[in-house]
């Protein structure tokens, strides 16, 4: 059993030598033991998932935010899709695919009370198959986390206008294409030419951006939204957020779904958000949120999203890094931008 783990605590950016690939020592029983506790599924890894809140875990402890630290010497774990070899839950028989927490091993034995996180996969076989891997992306929890973040905390209306960061990436894709369905205008930005091109030609952002090339971010915006921007969906945070209070209209939301651009700075120290004061000046109701407290809504974000997959009103794009031994450039990547899409890694076939 081949197992990718954190070798040490990170400070800043996370590089691959952070992580190692162990080799397999013995051969892998493709039974639970008889020490496994009960409810215990044991499964065979396919796609592994790489998001952005991984790195958090991967520092010391009174660092980590939300999330529980990783341990050192302890495999990585995260989202993935995996075929149960054997199960004590009687929710999942051998045959199921499933989703949700596991490890970036090949073959992992998912415990109480990781189990709870475990979907069962219904809409693989037959005519109105969707691809496996969509459930570490749009049917998977940063679908969810798009349809949360937008629908229910900025309660959209039609003609609003919409700003979404890291556009391209797993969840930003997304919410343009939410946004527009909900009948809004959606400008996203994103850091390359390729990825500009993709939200324009591919996801149908009414106007899209590089900020690299645009470093006086108020300004970019200013001329994308003469009248302000009623709803923000935020991805980076920083120089970002700052730019965006300025241009918000009154009575805006702004969903704070992540802050990737101050997960790697030194110290802990987060930069201060300079232009708070148009929270009050603009009545901006501002409101983070968390996925995982969100999955009863599940079960009516896939009814809602499947019909737009499988007829291709909504697309999704990913990128696919092959076998285990990838995994850790491939996180490292999300943190430079090198990613085209939702990023993940195959570790074997269905
Ligand atoms: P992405 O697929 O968008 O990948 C990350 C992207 O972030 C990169 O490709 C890069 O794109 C951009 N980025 C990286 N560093 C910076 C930086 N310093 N400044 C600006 N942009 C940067 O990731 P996800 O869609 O999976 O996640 C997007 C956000 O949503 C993250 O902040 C994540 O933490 C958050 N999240 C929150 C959840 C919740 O429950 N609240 C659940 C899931 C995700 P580019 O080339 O455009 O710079």
């Known amino acids: 059993n081949r197992r990718v783990i954190l070798k040490e605590y990170v400070e800043g950016y996370p ?5 190692e690939l162990l080799l397999p020592g ?6 639970l033991a008889g020490d496994d506790p009960p409810g ?3 499964v065979r890894n396919l ?5 952005p809140y991984m790195r958090p875990k991967m520092s010391p402890p009174l660092r980590a ?5 990783f341990v050192p010497g302890s495999v990585i774990t995260g989202y993935g899709v995996a075929r149960v070899l054997d199960s004590s839950d009687p929710r999942l028989s051998p045959g199921d695919l499933v989703w949700g927490i596991t490890g970036w091993e090949d073959y992992s034995v998912v415990k109480p009370p990781a189990t709870a996180f475990l979907s069962k996969i219904s809409h693989h076989a037959g005519e109105d198959a969707v691809p496996l891997s969509y459930y570490t992306g749009v049917l998977g929890m940063p679908g969810l986390t798009a349809y949360v973040g937008f629908h ?6 039609a003609g609003e206008t919409v700003f979404v960061s890291a556009a391209s990436g797993a969840v930003g894709q997304l919410v343009g294409q939410f946004a527009r369905l909900a009948g809004c205008r959606v400008v996203g930005s994103a850091g ?4 500009v091109e993709l939200l324009k030609s591919k996801f149908g952002f009414h106007d899209a951006f590089n900020y690299k090339e645009e470093p006086d971010l108020a300004a970019a915006l200013a001329r994308r939204f003469p009248d302000g921007i009623d709803i923000y969906f935020e991805n980076v945070g920083g120089a970002m957020l700052d730019a965006v209070l300025l241009n918000m209209r009154a009575h805006g939301r702004i969903a704070v779904c992540g ?19 148009a929270v009050i000046g603009k009545r901006l109701r501002v409101e983070g949120f968390l996925e995982p407290d969100h999955k009863h809504l599940y079960p009516k974000y896939e009814a809602w999203v499947l019909p737009y997959v499988r007829d291709g009103t909504i697309a999704y794009v990913e990128d696919v890094a092959e076998g285990l031994e990838s995994a850790p450039k491939a996180l490292v990547g999300l943190f430079h931008g090198r990613n085209v899409g939702k990023q993940l890694v195959r570790v074997a076939n269905d």
């Open 40 to 42: 215990s599924v044991l």
């Open 15 to 19: 590089r691959e030598e952070h992580m």
């Open 65 to 69: 935010s939300y999330a529980a630290a």
């Open 26 to 31: 013995a051969e892998v029983p493709l039974r």
């Open 152 to 157: 229910e905390i900025c309660a959209p209306k």
């Open 47 to 51: 796609c592994l998932s790489c998001d």
């Open 192 to 195: 390359s030419a390729e990825k």
């Open 259 to 277: 802050l990737i651009s101050q997960y790697n700075l030194k110290g802990g120290e987060w930069d201060a958000v300079r232009n708070l004061s």
